[in-house]
């Protein structure tokens, strides 16, 4: 290693110097970032659902994948009138 640390102010240009999160609409799991792109709902709201059992997820290792089908049928299911708790 170099020896050379970061501060959070690069870290945080090096972040607002990536190109925006583009989902390939074929994959079936999603990571947090994609799926808020995709769906337009915040990391809080989409934690909550996949908590509450109402959106699939799988967990591996640290790294959380939502399952694109079960979000759809879940927004499908909302737009259709249907009242869902979330929490």
């Given at each position: 290693?170099?020896g050379?640390?970061?501060?959070?102010?690069d870290?945080e240009?090096?972040r607002?110097n990536?190109?925006?999160?583009?989902?390939d609409?074929?994959?079936e799991?999603?990571n947090?970032?994609?799926?808020e792109?995709?769906?337009?709902?915040?990391?809080t709201?989409?934690?909550k659902?996949?908590g509450a059992g109402?959106?699939k997820?799988a967990?591996?290792?640290?790294?959380v994948?939502?399952n694109?089908r079960s979000l759809e049928?879940?927004?499908?299911?909302?737009?259709?009138g249907?009242?869902?708790?979330?929490?």
């Amino acid at each position: 290693m170099s020896g050379r640390t970061t501060s959070v102010k690069d870290r945080e240009v090096h972040r607002a110097n990536e190109p925006p999160i583009v989902s390939d609409l074929r994959r079936e799991w999603l990571n947090y970032r994609e799926a808020e792109g995709l769906t337009g709902l915040s990391r809080t709201t989409l934690w909550k659902l996949v908590g509450a059992g109402q959106v699939k997820a799988a967990k591996v290792g640290r790294a959380v994948r939502i399952n694109r089908r079960s979000l759809e049928c879940f927004l499908r299911r909302a737009s259709e009138g249907e009242r869902e708790t979330i929490m």
